[in-house]
């Protein structure tokens, strides 16, 4: 497997890019998490994946392995593919989708494209345990997280706020200061709004 690339940047868009090692132009497939990392310098080097299939062999670049990890992770859960592991990290970093698993965060699952219900359950519940023990993440901090999150959701939805139009924002901001505090959650998002 290829488990590498360090090479020339040829060319740069936000679902793929070429590059070249030692003449030969490799297609990479990337997410937007990693097109947001990529730089213009013409050196680079991409961890990637290799998907073998009947008709096609597919390479995925990451910026990080950490990304490489999910990305494996995701597709280890049945119906998840590897089109639908890239939509989630294009949506999410990879340490935002750690944590809705760790959190049991159905809804944020969800509300990536192409997931349903039972697919968002069945990530949390073949991933969880492999997360919550490889990366260290403190289900405490998880849930408290969630709870943080659930009660600002109240708070605004009393305030006149759909839950709908409230939810990305109070996520957003609880992962950009994850010790927030709940007040601080619902000035930021009153502000915001």
């Known amino acids: 497997m290829i488990t590498h690339l360090r090479g020339k940047l040829v060319e740069k868009n936000p679902t793929y890019v070429v590059i070249e090692c030692n003449g030969v132009g490799y297609f990479i ?3 937007l998490n990693t097109y947001s990392k990529v730089t213009d310098s013409e050196a680079i080097k991409l961890y990637t994946y290799l998907s073998v299939k009947e008709d096609s062999h597919t390479l995925y670049g ?22 639908t592991a890239r939509t989630m ?12 698993i760790a959190s049991e965060d159905v809804a944020t ?43 600002a959701l109240s708070a605004l939805e009393v305030l006149g706020f759909a839950r709908k139009q409230v939810d990305k924002l109070v996520q957003k901001i609880i992962q950009e200061s994850p010790e927030i505090t709940l007040e601080n959650i619902i000035k930021q998002a009153l502000k915001n709004l």
């Open 29 to 31: 497939h990337i997410s």
């Open 62 to 83: 990451f910026m990080d392995a950490l990304e490489r990890e999910v990305f494996k992770l995701l597709i280890s859960v049945s119906g998840i593919g590897t089109a």
């Open 89 to 100: 990290l294009s949506s999410m970093t990879p340490e935002q989708v750690q944590q809705a």
């Open 109 to 151: 699952i969800q509300s990536i494209k192409g997931i349903g219900v039972k697919t968002a359950q069945r990530v949390i519940i073949e991933l969880k345990d492999k997360i919550v023990k490889t990366y260290q993440i403190s289900e405490d901090s998880a849930h408290s997280n969630n709870t943080i999150k659930e009660e």
